[in-house]
């Protein structure tokens, strides 16, 4: 399955509040003098008696990304290696416009012997049995073993296919023969508003199960270096605090959705549901539990 890995970045989130300053920031509430000005009717030192002190870069990095005043967040740029992104689901991920992709050629590379993207299901079915690869297709049986069969001998012989054509035709015309799973990859240079853009599209359980865990294990790598930035950002719903999937969070595809039960704490209403009136029910701590047990599966 798809591999992320953060190669560079450009800039930090001290930048981004130091281009929040140059357009101006507000002010925030003295904790001293609780915004009082005076202790004790003594000029409270910390803000000099105007009540109110200059936000630090942590806090006006939250403010940027809660108030989404996101054209500062464009200062951080990132770049990343994928590897092993299926060749069908590479469409979805150029969708992303705002970001600059520089793609694996199946003009200049031969193919030969080509990984493939092995679909959900079908690895489930392998876990069940215990099966590592295609050698091992009859330790499963029924329904089971003629999917696995299905799939398997498809890829083997699209294989060989590809291979054979390459020799009589050369690989600019043989590669129309490359399936969907054919693994392909990219270099993706993006900046920070952009890639919030990114995470919330394909974070959202409706997203394809490929592209979702492409924007876990892209959340992933971020997270790491810029925590503050991705504290309050996941999916749209939750960046939003309403999700505009609307009806379709209903959908068989968004079953998994862990943010549409009213019952629950970590409850967002769709846009839907604001506008008659219902609000969210949100821990923030079980969302943090929630969010650790989704990275630590990918
Ligand atoms: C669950 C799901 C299902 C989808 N289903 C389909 C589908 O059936 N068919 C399909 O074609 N796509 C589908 N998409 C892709 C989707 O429509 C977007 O093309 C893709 O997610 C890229 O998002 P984006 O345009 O916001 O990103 P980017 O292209 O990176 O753009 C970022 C932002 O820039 C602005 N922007 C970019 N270009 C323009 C422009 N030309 N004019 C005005 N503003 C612009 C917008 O604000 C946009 O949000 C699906 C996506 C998801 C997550
Ligand atoms: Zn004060």
Known sequence: MVRVRLLSWHNDPSFVARSARVSGVGKVKCEKCKGAGRINGEICKDCNGEG?????????????????????????????????????????????????HTGRSTRYH?????????????????????????????????????ILRLFFDEMLKSREVYERLVEIIGKENARYVLPFAAHTAYIWTINMRSLINFLGLRLCVRASPEMQEFAKK?????????????????????????????????????????????????FIPTKKQVFRGI????????????????????
């Not at 079980?286 to 047990?293: D, I, M, N, Y």
């Open 52 to 100: 109110k002190r200059e936000p630090t870069d942590k806090e006006i990095v939250e403010m940027i990304v809660l108030n989404d005043y996101s054209s500062a967040l464009e200062h951080i740029v990132m770049s990343f290696e994928i590897t092993e992104l299926s060749k069908g689901n590479a469409c979805e991920f150029l969708e992303h416009r705002i970001a600059s």
């Open 218 to 266: 892209v959340y992933k790598e971020v997270y790491k270096v810029f925590p503050e930035i991705l504290e309050h950002v996941w999916c749209r719903g939750f960046n939003l605090g309403a999700c505009p999937e609307n009806e379709v969070r209903d959908s068989p595809q968004a079953k998994d959705c862990p943010f549409k039960n009213p019952n629950s704490k970590l």
């Open 110 to 146: 031969k193919e030969i012997g080509f990984g493939f993207v092995i679909p959900p299901k079908i690895r489930k079915i392998m876990e069940k049995y215990g099966i590592k690869d295609y050698t091992e297709i009859d330790k499963a049986s029924g329904e089971d073993k003629e």
């Open 279 to 298: 609000g969210a029910k949100f821990d923030f701590d079980e969302f943090r539990k929630l969010r650790e047990k989704i990275l630590s599966e990918v």
